[in-house]
């Protein structure tokens, strides 16, 4: 305190000498924006948004532009604001002002050019952070000696690394797992299931000195490992099969993306593939794979509301920001929506920069390509329809829209609901006019009214057009005469007459404009098909009376009758008054051109999933405080700065954005990636990662306990081109993988968390995996793979959906839980319990949780009771009536060993008493059941 | 690879004490496998606010335990009443003459305003008249005549402000502080900090309205990134717990033995692996389930709460729509007062429902008809909920017990153009407080003359979230949990303790 005062006192005696010796920013001055300015402009806020403690963010400067002017202290904001007399200007706003020698030193380091070293402490640190900095060339360290050497298995590169801590520790692997215990870890951990007892017989039986390499190979190549390691990914990602939020309606084809991660996995695509294609596969072949973008949840709950429109799009956004960065990057991005990162080198802007990448993504179901079977079966439909609706022409009732002059066999198709073209020879017009003048039930309605010049929409009233109307049904913000022209679609941008079945519309363009076509629409997304104009003219004039008609429905075959549509059948065909085979053989081609419309309906429409729709976005903006309504400078498509940053055009084409992205991120140099990946990939094995926070590799996550090993896995793993099973290979044969997990008191004392690896860590099996193993033991798995999702709910489907937790279920539940149907918010009745994410955030580990209401699920529930007596029919079934041979069975497809002589004895005793199913409730509840050995 | 033996079963060795064993892992072993549980090592300690976080100290065989709050605590329990749909301050607890006197008028400068549903008519009073209520003669309309008379007791925060005008977000951010689905609810923070005083009752319990689930259902009592272990229990008086009882087809001595014999073969199991405490915290989840299979029952079951209880609660009467409603929900109520009695942390009480009808049928969201769908919400709600507190207040519980009454946001002082109802408003709306450590009679902040926003001593749901915390003795910037690069809180970033409330 005293020294304070008298450098103070020293201070203020201080001339300002304009005539100051060089200053030093590390000695000098950054003590002095430490004390007054870091409170406010530092990690922890940055006011403003300006930063001082950062060299780049000081220098580029906050919401009042540049802060500093290099040689120029005269014209620097800081300087300006500290030494400002208004109280509303001046800066620090409370506390002590800065001194007059302090204001001293900070002109002169500006004057004397601002020279701010990038190596100050605070900036090493920064820049330094490990996993920052590119893959470390690595020496895998001297083989491990003594104790060390106790196992068969040959030591891999992985345990020299892991060996090398542990001696420091002075601890030492443990001797490799017995080979009972090494098959159902290795089955668990990598499929998921157990093994059959026989497959464990055969193993342990097995001579050949690679037993254990074979059976790892045969393993990764069992289609269950795609089963078992998507579920890992998917929580990675968010993904899920409902919309969430309080609609929280379902995605019924978002399936197809989850079975593109199973078989990405069985076919070991490289992973820097698999990047790519899930963050640009439409360019790539793999439109499926773009689902990742759109698998997170989203608010589906429209409003005229512009503020709550803006925000659930910037919520989208940031959705697919942060699910981007935490996947393939493990860096949190979401804090720099709002502000630049207090911890990691990311600023405000690059956060936005990346929302740029992805701001021409939407959700929705996809269209796909039609496979060629569909396209053939569809051409045949057509032909059929074309065929029959020759054959009946003649059949056909005279009504006031065919009584024109056009024969039938020239008529265009009858208008409909979705989209209709009306093309005629290009004209100049200066208005156009459509005039209804029927239509199917109430006043009509139409969503867009499009008028061509090539591929032009001059209608646009964007592009000046101005709309006009008979009159607007009131008092409905979704139907206005405005959404007429606002190249918005669908019945909630539509407009409505205010005269059942009549009105008219009339566009006005800025000048003359030459036209070659109107496309006009009720409802284009599909959901509405009444209110559809029937009867109607579309006229053109370039003055103020002369108009001229350019198309009509006079040449449109009459709307046919569809079932259950809420269209007026107008094509009647007659059969009445004929001879009786002519009118048998009429209403035959009737029913069948019925038939064969159906048919064609559904092969018209392209299969779909729901992934990511595109289109070229506008211009993106930074937000102050991450608020919508407050947007900021536009901000350029781009990447993060941490390595090689990445800058595009702001109005580059939307895919190509994408790609760049996914290029930079797959790059073999980007120092994240493949290391965030490979951590993953340990975590599963291992129940932790060498990092344990696996989604932030920045520096407030933890620091890896084996860096040597991280970075030399990387690099391997880049080395054999991005394979994932190839890593895995690595891993499950090194001796760390096969040792044993039985406890040691002495390692126990040493490192109780194991996290130096003394010992295999055991831990409880997923919820999954637990409801997997139970249908697995009792014999009911359906192993059929792909395709729809079974439900665990029943799902009532209002306008917001409710999901009921299933209480019986039967063999079409009974497949594995990848493909039950992932809802959203609402957990699996039983197994929900068990730490099961539902996909609101990313997970990229699961907690492990013992709680009562588990023991409760597993030990009383209709599943679990059913499963005990499928279990002890089929022990009854395999090993006969004898009760020992059936406790013998029992332990073989539980715990795939046979029991002990006291257990057996204690079982008999609870299957004489009270039957098999109590004996198999037991087991199927037991610790040995649900843990990985 | 040393020749297996095939078939071989380690050699079993004596029997442990496991009683004793777990009593030595909460001390020893279970400690250091608890920061191992919750994912916490080596991490740089420093939440966003710059303080040390203080995360409690589990452990995972008794992940229950009662644990110690950061400061002396005012409340140990919390009950909220959360009335789903958004229920109308004007209606019921804001009293505005100027909203009585400009009743026809346009709102002045708002003449543009586009809400939820669209555009606005005039400023509209509400269909109830308020009149002076209690001691302190604080106004209260003629819809909520019950509650009215128990403004004595209570504390209100005119001045809320949510920040969304969506359902589904504004639920999450009352239940979880953030608009965002998969973030844990208030009272998972709150039993994850402190446990609960009855291991022998879930420590968490959400009672969802006779009618369904709230609008954004199990997202409002769900554990987020929380172990699973926090997140709120689902029964009311109608439905229990599923799975709880003992199934149909197994008889009781059958159900013992079976368990019995569970338990020796995963004590068995635990021999093989001495100290690891995730296989017998399994073993304790099982004794701790068959103590729930008795106590919970015990405390769901009404019968023995006299008739006089269930008069004051409205529970007695039935016979007409509302009326059984009100009985239904008023047995909610009786049972949120028996979870209390027998030392539940948290208790989340929910009135009104999505599941039975879109807006306003069952739930507050009166856009259409006000009049008429608030003639049975107010009624359904008024008796239970008064007939709560004062027997609460009777049997000393509100000593220890702190009430939150809330909702999702407010609604409009306009009826829509074309409706006879209020659209969304997140701009003002009340919530009222009562019991441990809060003033009463009180009321903090306001809303403008109309009462479409809140204008004096604004209150955000983070600050409503921080009081609620800080009265448990719990420092909101500090209680944390390390998820997925942050020290999550229930707060976020923000957040500041209303102190003028505190008593």
Redesign the interface.
Known sequence: MLVVLATQCGAASEPTAPAQPAIDFARDLRPILESHCFECHGPAKQKADLRLDRRSAALRGGDGGPAIVPGRSGDSLLLHRITATSPDEVMPPKGDRLSEREVGVLRAWIDQGAVWPEDRPGAEAEEAHWAFQPLRETKIPAAGTGEDSRSAAPAQPIDAFIQEHLRKAGLTLSPEAPRQVLIRRLYLVLLGVHPTFEEVRAFEADPRSDAFERLVDQVLNDPRYGERWARHWLDVIRFAESNGFETNRERPTAWKFRDYIIAAFNEDLPYDRFIREQIAGDALGAPIATGFLVGGPVDIVGSPDPVLTAQQRADELDDMVNTTGTAFLGLTLGCARCHSHKFDPIEQREYYSLAAVFSGVRHGETPLPIPPEQADAKARADARVADLERRLARFIAPTAATTNAVPVSQQRPPVNARLNTEAFAPIEARRVRFSILASTGGEPCLDELEVYDGERNVALHTAGTRATASGTLPGYEIHKLEHLNDGKVGNSRSWISNTPGKGWVQLEFPGLTRIDRVVWSRDREGSFADRLPTDYRIEVATGEEQWTLVASSADRLPVAAQPGAKTTPAIVYRFDGLPVEEAELGRQWQAELERTRKELATLAKPPTTYAGQFREPGSTHRLHRGDPMQKREAVAPGTLALFRPLTMAADEPEQKRRLQLADWIASPENPLTARVLVNRVWQHHFGVGLVDTPNDFGRNGARPTHPELLDWLASDFMQHGWSIKGLQRRIVLSRAWRQSHAPRAEALAVDAADRLLWRFPPRRLEAEAIRDCVLEASGALVRTGGGPSFHLHEVDRENVYHYHPKERFGPDEFRRMIYAYKVRMEHDGIFGSFDCPDGSLVAPKRSISTTPLQALNLFNSTFVLDQAERLAARVSQEAGSDLPAQVQRAWELAFQRGPAADESKEAVLLAQSHGLPALARALLNANEFLFIP | ??P?T?????Q?HPLLNRRRFLSDAGFG?GA??L?????T????A?S???KQPLRPAID??H?FAPRAPHHLPKAHKVLVIFCSGACSHLDTFDYKPELIRRHGQPMPGQDKL??????QGALTRSPWEFRPRGQCGKMVSDLLPRLGDCVDDLCFIHSMQGK??????G?NFMSTGY?????PSMGSWVTYALGTGNQTL?SYVAIPDPR??P?????NW?S????????G?AFNAASP???????D???P??DQ???D??T???E???E?????T??A??????E??AR??LSVPEVADLGSEPDHILRLYGAHETGSKVKDIRAAYARNCILARRLLEKGVRFVQLFNGA??TG?EGVSNWDGHKDLLNQYSVHGPVLDQPTAGLLLDLKQRGLLQDTLVVWCTEFGRMPTFQ??AQGRDHNPRGFTCWLAGAGVKAPFSYGATDEFGYQAADKITTVYDLHATVLHLLGLDHERLTF?H???ERRLTDVHGHVVSDILA
């Open positions: 690879m040393t297996p095939p078939g071989s079963v380690p079993p072993l250091i496998a920061t191992h549980l919750l994912g090592e080596g991490l740089l420093a966003v606010s710059g995972p065989s992940p586009i809400t939820f549903q669209g555009e969304t005008n969506t359902h589904g977000p639920e608009t965002l689905d998969g973030f879930p369904g689930k609008q954004n259902s199990v997202n769900g987020g990134f929380l172990p699973a272990a926090f997140q229990t717990i599923r799975n709880l009882a003992r199934p087809r197994i008889q001595g059958s033995a079976t368990r014999f569970l020796r073969l995963n068995r199991h635990l093989r692996f001495p100290g690891d995730e296989l915290a399994r073993i304790a989840s099982y701790l389930a729930m299979q999505y599941q879109g153009k074309g390390y997925n690069g942050l």
